[in-house]
């Protein structure tokens, strides 16, 4: 209890008429902002996470069950079973082929999928809004794609080109069609300029096949459909199940690295604040010679005057904590406000909806990422501090008294 008297004596005591010394402050302004720093980091790598895989959750097949050879499946009974699950909405088939598209001298490969109208709107929230059942009608030929597609004209016609393959080697004429665009999406996110959607029974038709290549599950999961799909999996072994979350790897994956990096140069930002708390200690142990000398010889022992100085650093390390935790924690709540406004500043957009899912500034406190930071501060506070405290305890007390006379 004495030691921490002591330390709050030398940190809060006027030193050259002021209330903290200007190392201290330098330390207490260093910790702040490399905490608040990592809360804003943090929170707003969280958000961009947590938004961007709910946007992608939303958007794609959660579930995909494709045929891994040419066998014929009993599709019907697939999904019945798969129906039977309590936490599957809804399981529409669907036909996919790759594919050209041709039109005036331009060409581009796309992938065709062949969905049915009337349950798509059901199961892909992309497509929800849009009358699918009027624009994709049977044997019409009607195709559905983004609006910077090849030379996008409502009413001009394109020329698709399907190659006939057999064991990977491209056989016979290729399968050609005239179709029509009936409608765009405004939305690219989530989906390919290299897609297109048309009727299945179409598609189908012109690929004269009687079955879909697969089948798209929705569940009631609002993010996290893994379990379900490896039941799936266990239970359909000559069939390809695959999960939202695998197809959007690349996504994800790239998210959580960018957040470690920004962790890592931020955690040292950290560091480098600390190094200066252990410059304001080393200055106070120059400084109080005398006083550490005469508390030795009144009997003070090495671990008292470690103490003290050790409790100096953790004073200083709460106080730039507690600042930056409070002004970080304002600004996550205030987010929207101040991106806003910085954006109208600089003329910016920080999340273009044409590149990413959201056009916000997502913002999500994961309070365990807090505690975790604040306690590994206080570690590495009492880690750097114990080197000056050292340096204090091994003063020799004739040596410093007798300097000082």
């Not at 497509?127 to 030379?151: C, E, M, S, V």
Request: hydrophobic share 45%.
């Amino acid at each position: 209890m004495l030691a921490l008297k002591l330390a709050l004596n030398y940190s809060f005591s006027k030193y050259k008429a002021r209330f903290l010394s200007f190392s201290a402050c330098v330390a207490i302004i260093g910790i702040a902002l490399g905490i608040m720093s990592l809360i804003l980091t943090s929170a707003i790598m969280n958000g961009l996470q947590f938004e961007v895989a709910k946007k992608l959750h939303d958007v794609s097949d959660q579930i995909t069950l494709t045929k891994i050879s040419d066998r014929p499946v009993s599709w019907s009974t697939v999904i019945h079973e798969v129906k039977a699950n309590k936490d599957v909405i809804s399981v529409t088939p669907a036909y996919e082929t790759y594919a050209l598209l041709e039109h005036g001298d331009k060409i581009l490969p796309v992938l065709v999928k062949g969905v049915d109208p009337k349950q798509e709107v059901h199961s892909n929230q992309l497509l929800a809004d849009l009358p699918l059942a009027q624009w994709l009608k049977p044997n019409q030929y009607h195709f559905l794609a983004t609006r910077n597609i090849i030379g996008f004209e409502q009413s001009a016609n394109y020329n698709l080109i399907v190659p006939k393959f057999k064991t990977k080697l491209i056989t016979k004429e290729p399968i050609t069609q005239l179709i029509k665009p009936k409608g765009s999406l405004e939305k690219t996110y989530g989906v390919s300029n290299q897609v297109i959607y048309m009727n299945i029974n179409d598609i189908m038709k012109l690929m004269q096949v009687s079955q879909p290549t697969s089948l798209r599950v929705k569940t009631s999961f609002p993010s996290d459909s893994m379990p379900l799909s490896q039941q799936l999996a266990n239970h359909y072994s000559k069939l390809n199940v695959m999960d939202w979350s695998q197809s959007h790897r690349l996504w994800l994956e790239n998210l959580v690295m960018q957040k470690r990096v920004f962790s890592i140069f931020l955690c040292l930002l950290v560091v480098v604040a600390l190094f200066s708390l252990v410059a304001n200690l080393s200055m106070l142990v120059t400084e109080k010679r005398s006083e550490i000398a005469m508390m030795k010889t009144m009997g003070a022992s090495n671990g008292f005057i470690i103490r003290v100085f050790i409790y100096k650093g953790l004073i200083l390390s709460s106080l730039g904590m507690l600042l930056g935790v409070s002004i970080g924690c304002w600004i996550v709540s205030h987010m929207n406000a101040i991106s806003s406004q910085i954006e109208q500043m600089l003329g910016i957009k920080f999340f273009s909806p044409t590149l990413w899912p959201i056009d916000f500034v997502p913002t999500k406190m994961v309070w365990s990422e807090l505690y975790t930071m604040l306690v590994l501060t206080l570690l590495f506070t009492i880690l750097f501090a114990y080197f000056p405290a050292r340096r204090a305890a091994k003063i020799m007390p004739a040596k410093a008294l007798s300097y000082e006379a």
